[in-house]
């Protein structure tokens, strides 16, 4: 079993930024797609942004798009999501996942192993 352990949450201002980090426990994170989703209170976990095995395969939420970027460096098991721009209803609690697969998906059954969490909150 993969442990993912999300790290890098916290309150900011909005139009602040936050890069978010999420370290797993074994190698076999360098072969499989993976994924970052949040959850705002009283709502459904959503889709945030995921990267595939290779660097340049990515896919993101349309409400994040041109605003975070996700990133992976296997050599550390680690991959990022760099938030810019950040608004009050980007305030959730952000998860990492690893998929099942090698491509990036957005469909929450698509992931199998999942981090406890990390709280963003934006606000003034």
């Known amino acids: 079993q993969v442990q993912l352990v999300e790290s890098g949450g916290g309150l900011v201002q909005p139009g602040g930024s936050l890069r978010l980090s999420c370290a797993a426990s074994q190698s076999i994170f360098s072969i499989n797609a993976m994924g970052w989703f949040r959850q705002a209170p009283g709502k459904e976990r959503e889709f945030v942004a995921a990267?595939?095995?290779?660097?340049?395969?990515?896919a993101y939420a349309d409400s994040v798009k041109g605003r975070f970027t996700i990133s992976r460096d296997n050599a550390k098991n680690t991959i990022y999501l760099q938030m810019n721009s950040l608004q009050p209803e980007d305030t959730a609690i952000y998860y990492c996942?690893?998929?099942?697969?090698?491509?990036?998906?957005?469909?929450?059954?698509?992931?199998?192993?999942w981090g406890q969490g990390t709280q963003v909150t934006v606000s003034s």
């Open positions: 990267i595939g095995r290779n660097y340049d395969n990515t």
């Open positions: 996942a690893q998929s099942i697969g090698l491509l990036p998906t957005t469909a929450r059954h698509g992931y199998r192993f």
